[in-house]
């Protein structure tokens, strides 16, 4: 059995944290598992859908609201919810605490390398808009599909 916690690749995306606990090559495919830490008000993802993999979250610390497919739902320490595929869905701290959750995706077709390409289309705008169409490019290469986006709250997918 492998262990990656004292190696876990962590990518900040803004004042959001993603830390990758099990990536696809440990688990030979069948998962990957990351810890999302979201302070309050923060920025967060575009409403997505994934083409390829289901979701499962589970709350940490905090509170996170995820809507999907236009139902709210607060997600709380100890509780879970399960994001099929093709499900619209995006999520937001809406407290004044910073929240935390568990992402569990099956199987593990995503993995660091979508949140590093996001960030990197991100620090090329040097506090500009972001390239709207190389987030779009970044984010369907990596089996995400963008739902019509709410400019008032989103600025990443």
């Given at each position: ?6 190696s ?5 995306l ?15 495919g069948?998962?990957?598992v990351f ?8 920025k967060?993802?575009?409403p ?10 589970y ?7 995820f ?11 100890g ?22 959750f ?18 990197d ?13 190389a ?7 990596h ?10 709250t989103?600025?990443?997918?």
């Amino acid at each position: 059995m492998e262990t990656t916690s004292a190696s876990a690749t962590t990518i900040n995306l803004g004042a959001i944290e993603i830390r990758f606990l099990v990536e696809a090559e440990d688990s030979h495919g069948a998962a990957t598992v990351f810890e999302c830490r979201v302070p309050s008000d923060a920025k967060v993802p575009v409403p997505h859908s994934h083409d390829a993999f289901e979701e499962t979250v589970y709350g940490l610390e905090g509170v996170t609201t995820f809507t999907i497919d236009g139902d709210t739902h607060d997600l709380g320490p100890g509780e879970a919810l399960c994001i099929r595929r093709g499900q619209v869905h995006h999520f937001a701290n809406q407290g004044t605490a910073t929240a935390s959750f568990l992402s569990v995706a099956t199987p593990g077709v995503f993995g660091p390398s979508y949140f590093q390409e996001i960030r990197d289309v991100l620090t090329a705008t040097t506090g500009g808009p972001p390239n709207v169409a190389a987030l779009i490019e970044v984010m369907r290469r990596h089996g995400l599909t963008p739902a019509q986006p709410d400019p008032a709250t989103s600025t990443a997918p």
